[in-house]
C-alpha cells in the first residue's frame, strides 16, 4: 500500500504560483504512474495533471492552459506540481494519486490508486 503525503498549499492572491509536492513511501516510486487531482468547492474531484514512470510524458486537465507543470523525481520518490497565473477557479483541495499496474490512458481516472490527505490551495481575487 503505498502512502502519499502532500505539501505545499495555502493562500495566495490571483496571478500568484504555489508549489505542491507529494511525496510517497511503501511502493517502488519509479514504478507509479504520479498525478494531481483536485475538488473545487461543491464540485466533483477533477483531473489535475499526470506523468509518466521515467517523467518522459506528461498531460493535463483542459482549464490548465499551460499555466500547471508536473514533475517528478523518482530519486526523491516525490512528484511536483507547480503552478503559475493562479485564479480564483483554482480554489480546491489538491490531492496526489498513485497507479501501480495501470497503463498511461487510466491516469486521468479518479477511480484508481492511492490517495493522499490532500492539501487546500485557495486563490484570492
Known amino acids: 500500500q503505498v502512502q502519499l503525503v502532500e505539501s505545499g498549499g495555502g493562500l495566495v492572491q490571483a496571478g500568484g504560483s504555489l508549489r505542491l509536492s507529494c511525496e510517497a513511501s511503501g511502493g517502488t516510486f519509479s514504478n507509479l504512474l504520479m498525478g494531481w487531482f483536485r475538488r473545487p468547492p461543491g464540485k466533483e474531484r477533477e483531473f489535475v495533471a499526470g506523468?509518466?514512470?521515467?517523467?518522459?510524458?506528461?498531460k493535463y486537465g483542459d482549464f490548465v492552459k499551460g499555466r500547471f507543470t508536473i514533475s517528478r523525481e523518482n530519486a526523491r520518490n516525490t512528484v511536483y506540481l507547480q503552478m503559475n497565473s493562479l485564479k480564483p477557479e483554482d480554489t480546491a483541495v489538491y490531492y496526489c494519486?498513485?497507479?501501480?499496474?495501470?497503463?498511461?490512458?487510466?491516469?486521468?481516472?479518479?477511480?484508481?490508486?492511492?490517495w493522499g490527505q490532500g492539501t487546500q490551495v485557495t486563490v484570492s481575487s
Open positions: 506523468i509518466t514512470w521515467n517523467g518522459e510524458y506528461s
Open positions: 494519486n498513485a497507479k501501480g499496474d495501470r497503463s498511461w490512458g487510466e491516469v486521468a481516472s479518479p477511480a484508481f490508486g492511492s
